[in-house]
């Protein structure tokens, strides 16, 4: 979650692929166990987004997410019970950035030792796995989503 899905307009989009190489498929057993060598390539790499802050959130995010594993805590239940287990519809307008979910759950991030979990990068997140449906009112797919739930 650190790296903000809308980044740049798209750009982490644009690099999903890359990403997903760079950081092993996206493993948080992997992850975790990330040293200053890994830090160094991942740095290196300029197929991907290279900031050094980043790159230290997603292994505490890892590791966090292990955390909660450790305790019995699945993270897709834990993400969903906020929302009562149904995608949440915006305003139709597309220009939230923030909302009264992504604040609760940036905040139970960073209680649960997660970084870089700030309520805009959590909410665009929200959006980008569909658990905040805020496609624009005249978009086809607001209704299309919110019917079957995906």
């Known amino acids: 979650m650190a ?16 990403f997903r190489e760079a950081f092993e498929g996206f493993v948080p057993e992997h992850i975790a166990e990330y040293d200053e060598a890994d ?4 740095l290196g790499n300029a197929a991907i987004v290279r900031s050094r802050i980043k790159i230290r959130a997603a292994i505490q995010n890892a590791k966090a997410y ?3 594993q450790r305790h019995g805590e699945d993270f897709s239940t834990f993400v969903w019970k ?16 923030r909302s009264v979910t992504g ?5 139970e991030l960073k209680n649960r030792g997660f970084s870089f979990v700030g309520p805009v990068i959590v909410h665009a997140w929200l959006q980008a ?3 905040i449906n805020d496609h624009e009112a005249q ?12």
Do not use: W
């Open 103 to 107: 604040d609760r759950l940036s905040k």
């Open 39 to 42: 830090i160094e390539r991942l």
């Open 3 to 18: 790296f903000r899905p809308d980044y740049l307009g798209g750009q982490f989009c644009l690099k999903r692929d890359a």
């Open 139 to 150: 978009c086809f797919l607001r209704d299309v989503i919110t019917a079957d739930g995906n």
């Open 129 to 131: 796995t569909g658990v």
């Open 66 to 68: 292990l955390e909660m």
């Open 82 to 97: 906020m929302v009562d287990d149904q995608p949440l519809k915006g305003d139709g307008t597309g220009s939230a950035t």
